[in-house]
């Protein structure tokens, strides 16, 4: 192990600690014009590092680069503490009830005006693999999920 390296268990451990307390990530897919698209997401829920529950409209174009490569990434940074975390995955699109009402908040109300049956509404689950977390004391950890 490096000097500034992070234990597995402890870096995955701060990443789980920094994701509970920020209210916006950035989702990472593979754009269809080669790069990578990046765009600032509300995790609607999370189970620890593993998986995070999103929303997203029918048509958006997460929806199209998802379609053709559910591979994606997640970024989370908190200010305060100027750490980082980042985790590797792939993303489900859900259109099903269940996994809508799992998710569903009155946050959404606005955007999805039918509600959980709102059929423009669609659940994005991410499943992560592994992530890497970074303090701004320049240790940081990559960790697998299993």
């Known amino acids: 192990m490096k000097e500034r390296e992070i234990p597995q268990k402890e870096a995955r451990a701060k990443a789980e600690k920094l994701l509970s307390g920020i209210k916006t990530v950035f989702l990472a897919t593979n754009g ?6 990046v765009r600032a997401m509300m995790p609607l829920l999370f189970e620890g590092v593993e998986t ?10 997460k929806i199209i680069e998802l379609v053709k490569d559910d591979k ?5 940074y908190s200010p305060r503490s100027m750490s ?6 792939n993303v489900k699109i859900l259109d099903d009830l269940v996994s809508r009402k799992h998710v569903w908040t009155d946050a959404l109300k606005e955007r999805f005006p039918g509600g959980a049956q709102d059929p423009n509404l669609r659940i ?4 992560a693999v592994s992530g890497l977390f970074s303090g701004k004391d320049g240790h940081s950890g990559i960790f697998e999920i299993k």
């Open 32 to 37: 269809s014009h080669g790069h990578p698209n």
């Open 52 to 61: 995070l529950w999103f929303s997203t409209e029918l048509e958006s174009s």
């Open 72 to 76: 994606a990434a997640v970024f989370g």
């Open 84 to 89: 980082t975390f980042r985790l590797w995955g």
């Open 124 to 127: 994005l689950r991410f499943n």
